[in-house]
């Protein structure tokens, strides 16, 4: 290659051109200078079909099913996410001089802050108390999915950290070409967290509630680390569904039925209706993930006389299982903990998968065998001094944070400390 030349960029339609001329941006934040060593392009995509799915998938593999190709084009093509529902796709690909996808980042213009589980309400408030717009706001996530996963994505044998800085500075850009107030990246991998941080975005901590299997043989064996008492109690609330003559079935996504997803849709918009949420998905979007990913879903029924009355669907991809959307036809002692927790588990360890994540938030999950985890955002925010009260309050929220994973590690329904 030949020697390096530091360029700016600019915005042509949906493509981002490469030029020698400077441009003046945000004071609130100056973009780093962008040195290629090789001609390059972005573009912006507003429909992710635009990609092919093979070129996308091989970017980061298909280990995480939420990155996938075929997650996001079910997501849009069923009217999920849509500018409609305040989700205006605005991805990123990077290509090379050869026009192979190199780099990729999927990012949303957004009109409301609902379906992230990163809460930046208070954020928003403060900015209409000030006379001042939050939105739009642009998002570097997967909608309505809360968990961890590269947000910038680049092809094996190309600079990582060269193909994130392109990727990280042209969504700053592509924010302030929007007159968008702030740039969101959310459930980023730690590292990522940092190397967003070093470009000056403010890093971010929450956590969750992860299981992890440590090389246990059987369920027994599972509850054999834990105390006498988180262990019976465990015990007690599998005995509650089996007397009841409860059973459990699991449908593989290849053999899920039109019924299979109607029974689950009903199971998932009856949890809604109860906690007066929104229904963000819809029927298609589920039917179609299980026409284009079968091998990665799966439906866990629950089965009383013959009758399904409960349902939860699963998520399979690498060593990870993701559980999601339970819901039931009426109230069953223990079946929450039964179809989203035990069950569950028991798969993971007869499977050989490492790892379990059950959704957001949940407490009562720390009983029951799953430890806190941290999860990681970087923000970047356009106003210079709401930028400085935003970085001072995280501040005090990742001081918190810590504190407050140290203190449930303390109440860890295991006799010893259990590896992450």
């Known amino acids: 290659m030949g020697q390096s030349q530091c360029f700016a960029k600019g915005f042509k339609g949906n493509n981002l051109r490469i030029s020698g001329k400077s441009r003046a941006f945000s004071p609130a934040f100056a973009l780093p200078a962008l040195c290629y060593t090789q001609p390059m392009n972005?573009?912006?995509?507003?429909?992710?079909?635009?990609?092919?799915?093979?070129?996308?998938?091989?970017?980061?593999?298909?280990?995480?099913?939420?990155?996938?190709?075929?997650?996001?084009?079910?997501?849009?093509q069923s009217g999920c996410v849509s500018p409609n529902h305040g989700w205006q796709p605005r991805h990123l690909a990077l290509y090379d001089d050869h026009q192979s996808l190199i780099g990729a980042a999927p990012l949303f213009l957004k009109s409301h802050s609902w379906g992230e589980y990163i809460f930046d309400w208070a954020w928003a408030n403060a900015y209409m108390r000030a006379?001042?717009?939050?939105?739009?706001?642009?998002?570097?996530?997967?909608?309505?999915?809360?968990?961890?996963g590269n947000r910038l994505l680049v092809l094996a044998g190309h600079d990582q950290s060269w193909v994130r800085e392109q990727l990280s500075a042209a969504a700053i850009e592509l924010a302030t070409l929007h007159n968008a107030s702030s740039l969101h990246w959310l459930f980023t991998t730690e590292e990522e967290k940092h190397q967003l941080a070093g470009h000056g975005l403010l890093p971010r901590s929450s956590f969750q509630f992860h299981w992890s299997n440590n090389d246990y043989t059987c369920f027994d064996d599972f509850l054999s680390g834990m105390t006498s008492r988180k262990r019976k109690k465990v015990r007690r609330e599998r005995r509650y569904v089996s007397d009841a003559g409860i059973e459990m079935h699991r449908v593989p996504g290849e053999a899920c039925t039109t019924a299979d997803w109607d029974r689950f849709y009903r199971f998932y918009r009856r949890t809604i209706m109860i906690h007066g949420a929104s229904a963000y998905l819809n029927r298609e979007f589920f039917e179609q993930l299980g026409a284009t990913m079968p091998g990665n879903v799966h439906l866990l029924f629950a089965r009383d006389q013959g009758n399904t009355v409960a349902?939860?669907?699963?998520?399979?991809?690498?060593?990870?299982?993701?559980?999601?959307?339970?819901?039931?036809?009426?109230?069953?002692?223990?079946?929450?903990?039964?179809?989203?927790?035990?069950?569950?588990?028991?798969?993971?360890?007869?499977?050989?998968?490492?790892?379990?994540?059950?959704?957001?938030q949940g407490r009562h999950k720390l009983a029951r065998g799953f430890l806190p985890s941290p999860t990681h955002s970087a923000h970047w925010v356009r106003e210079p001094q709401f930028r400085q009260a935003i970085a001072d309050y995280l501040k005090y929220e990742s001081q918190g944070v810590s504190e407050e994973i140290s203190e449930l590690g303390q109440d860890s329904p295991f006799r010893h400390q259990q590896p992450g």
């Not at 006379?131 to 961890?148: R, S, V």
Request: charged residues 20%; hydrophobic residues 35%; contains cysteine.
């Open 42 to 76: 972005l573009r912006i995509i507003d429909d992710i079909t635009q990609l092919a799915a093979a070129d996308w998938n091989a970017l980061e593999g298909t280990d995480n099913p939420f990155l996938r190709h075929e997650f996001l084009a079910a997501l849009e």
């Open 131 to 148: 006379g001042l717009d939050y939105y739009p706001k642009l998002t570097g996530a997967i909608p309505f999915t809360p968990a961890t």
């Open 311 to 360: 349902g939860a669907l699963f998520l399979e991809g690498g060593d990870t299982l993701y559980g999601r959307y339970w819901g039931s036809d009426d109230d069953y002692h223990s079946l929450h903990f039964e179809t989203c927790y035990y069950s569950p588990i028991e798969y993971c360890i007869n499977t050989g998968l490492r790892r379990f994540e059950a959704g957001a």
